[in-house]
């Protein structure tokens, strides 16, 4: 599931990296050997971020156990940008985990064209047809099936 989204590139939206550009200001003058000084500039300058920078941006506030307030969280974008990765990530995700069920389902004559595809009566044993007289099937039965091939008619 992960290994489809691996080495995707993703748009950083504006209003992440506006809020990277007040957290920069907020820190004010620091260091470049500051923990989160690079990944700031580089999401604001690039506007946009990989897969395996999405999961090492997690990795870190997972792992970050200091205070909010600490310059290396700031320069990181805090929680609004915590929130942000972790619904690209999730979102990413479930995207090709939908993809991935949609493409597991195989129907019938799915990649036929639908005035090609043959009546459904005629897929039941083709080779076998066999004539049909009176009071030879049950009548309940043999209304049933004309129903429902009508409806498969109409599905189709």
């Known amino acids: 599931m992960n290994s ?3 080495g995707k ?6 209003d992440v ?3 990277l550009h007040q957290c920069h200001s907020a820190a004010g ?9 690079k990944r700031n500039k580089d999401l604001r300058e690039k506007k946009q971020v990989t897969y395996q920078q999405l999961k090492r941006m997690k990795n870190w506030f997972d792992e970050f156990s200091g205070h909010e307030d600490e310059v290396p969280h700031i320069l990181n974008g805090g929680y609004y940008v915590k929130n942000w990765v972790n619904n690209t990530l999730q979102g990413k995700r479930d995207d090709i985990e939908t993809s ?3 493409k597991s389902i195989v129907l019938p004559n799915q990649e036929i064209d639908v005035h090609t595809k043959n009546d459904v009566r005629t ?3 083709p080779s076998k047809s066999h004539s049909s007289s009176v009071n030879q099937y049950n009548t ?3 209304e049933n099936l004309k129903r429902i091939n009508e409806l498969i008619q109409k599905i189709l």
């Open 4 to 6: 489809d989204l691996y």
């Open 9 to 14: 590139v993703f748009p950083v939206p504006q």
């Open 17 to 19: 990296v506006d809020y």
């Open 29 to 37: 003058d620091v260091d470049e050997t500051t923990e989160g000084y």
């Open 100 to 102: 991935n069920q949609t």
């Open 123 to 125: 897929m039941n044993r």
């Open 140 to 142: 309940d039965i043999t």
